[in-house]
């Protein structure tokens, strides 16, 4: 929240990249929500660790329904940060936004930062959109922190705090005239179709394995793998637990809260038959019910919350995951481009041995030896063919070489920043690990004090119960 004074990143130096804005490198970033390091230093980081210029602390809250009683309802939320950003123009922007506006915020900022891990944002189809009760104050809550959490996890991200798009999303009271703009004029050049666009589909095909893979993506892969099934585990194990806990299902015989409530009323039952101990009996009833309640509030503000991080922390690893896929593919296509620029050079040289009168020279293939015999029978197998051939060749030759260029420069680069993104991710992920454990360790804790009050209490008093036998 925005009064922590702590818990965003430990042990790291926050300096100011060269990124796209002019900052005073000379100004120390300080604030709350972060402890600094004064151990490391700029020889001391190596090439692929992320830096960040300053803090961007956000929160979420204050859900309000707009345009009620209309068919355009919607609901708005109170977007508010705490920053020391120079970018920013106010040290405490805020400005409210509906969901539509952190759908935008999302789909341009994974369209304008490819090798960033972008968070997901909470699904849209949910069963509430079909009953109507998306209105609902349990609904808006639950999406409310979603929210937060998607904005929280952006605000920790060294390259995506400092997207103007972000800045604009806090600050800007013109908020649908900056997205015309952005869609007018995106922060980079539009993709025109090169010479990898051009060439067919059963080279760059979903099937392809890159051929030389880098161990520290293969480490990292398994990483990731190794992540997301402990959590799938641990959020198949939590879900049995919360099903036979409180499941809101009395008769499927696994819910506890229920069976305490049975319980309770039977012994409260029995203490009008034994006239003698009604009252202990009574204060026993009433225990089992405020047990059953301490065990159902558990549940919604301990086990649900906790359900619901789990689960959304597992999206955003698969966001991860994209990026990791991401790469892969553009080592594939630097190495099926590598391929096809080989497959060219050595046509053009068979064709020019051919010419020459060495055509035994270049160790004609099947392949080959088949072309030339239906080049001969469509009478296309004349030196003056042949020139024109290796004429178009050359200039292949030439736009795959540049493209083959430019694909090495795009993988390597993609490979240093999904270096850094990965320990980003790292980052995020120990923060969000710590708090979201904390939280269920603290409503488990706050859970076994109150039952314990409520049975120390009871004991004394059954210990006075005396029957005559």
Not at 15 to 28: H, K
Not at 121 to 148: A, V
Not at 420 to 425: A, G, M, P, Y
Request: hydrophobic fraction near 35%; aromatic fraction near 8%.
């Amino acid at each position: 929240m925005l009064g922590d004074d702590e818990d965003v990143f430990d042990s790291v130096t926050w300096e100011s990249p060269s990124a796209p804005y002019d900052v005073d490198n000379t100004v120390q970033p300080s604030g709350p929500g972060f402890k600094q390091s004064t151990a490391g230093t700029d020889d001391a980081q190596g090439p692929h660790d992320p830096k960040w210029e300053g803090y961007l602390i956000t929160t979420v809250k204050d859900p309000v329904k707009e345009l009620a009683e209309t068919k355009d309802a919607y609901v708005s939320y109170l977007v508010l940060a705490k920053t020391n950003l120079p970018i920013f123009s106010t040290p405490n922007p805020s400005a409210r936004r509906r969901f539509q506006d952190f759908v935008f915020l999302r789909d341009h900022l994974v369209k304008d930062f490819p090798a960033c891990v972008v968070p997901a944002l909470p699904d849209k189809h949910r069963l509430e959109y079909l009953t109507g009760d998306r209105f609902s104050p349990e609904f808006m809550e639950r999406r409310r922190l979603d929210l937060h959490r998607f904005l929280e996890r952006i605000s920790r991200h060294p390259t995506l705090q400092r997207s103007t798009l972000v800045r604009a999303f806090f600050e800007s009271t013109e908020w649908h005239v900056h997205m015309h703009q952005h869609l007018a004029h995106p922060p980079g050049p539009e993709p025109t179709p090169g010479i990898i666009d051009n060439i067919s589909d059963t080279l760059l095909n979903a099937f392809a394995r890159v051929r030389k893979p880098d161990e520290r993506f293969l480490d990292m892969r398994e990483g990731v793998d190794k992540f997301e099934d402990g959590l799938v585990l641990c959020e198949r194990l939590w879900n049995r637990v919360r099903g036979r806990t409180n499941d809101g299902n009395p008769e499927s015989g696994e819910d506890l809260t229920a069976d305490y409530h049975d319980l309770a009323v039977a012994v409260q039952g029995l203490g009008f038959l034994e006239s003698g101990i009604t009252d202990p009996l009574n204060h026993f009833s009433n225990t089992l019910l405020e047990f059953s309640a301490l065990m159902r509030h558990k549940t919604q503000t301990t086990t649900d919350p906790f359900l619901v991080h789990l689960h959304s922390l597992l999206t955003y690893s698969h966001a991860n995951r994209a990026v990791l896929k991401l790469r892969d593919q553009k080592q594939l296509d630097f190495e099926e481009l590598s391929d096809y620029l080989s497959g060219v050079t050595i046509e053009r040289d068979r064709l020019s041995a051919i010419i020459s009168g060495h055509a035994g020279s270049t160790g004609l293939g099947l392949s080959a030896y088949l072309k030339d015999k239906v080049d001969a029978i469509r009478g296309a197998d004349d030196d003056r063919s042949r020139v024109e051939k290796m004429r178009k060749l050359d200039i292949k030759i030439k736009e795959l070489q540049d493209a083959v260029t430019t694909a090495h420069e795009t993988s390597d680069a993609f490979s240093d920043e999904t270096l850094r993104e990965q320990t980003v991710f790292q980052y995020t992920k120990e923060a969000e690990m710590k708090e979201m454990l904390g939280n269920l360790a603290d409503g488990e804790i706050e859970f076994y004090q109150s039952a314990m009050e409520e049975w120390e209490r009871i004991i004394p008093i059954i210990q006075r119960i005396r029957v005559d036998v």
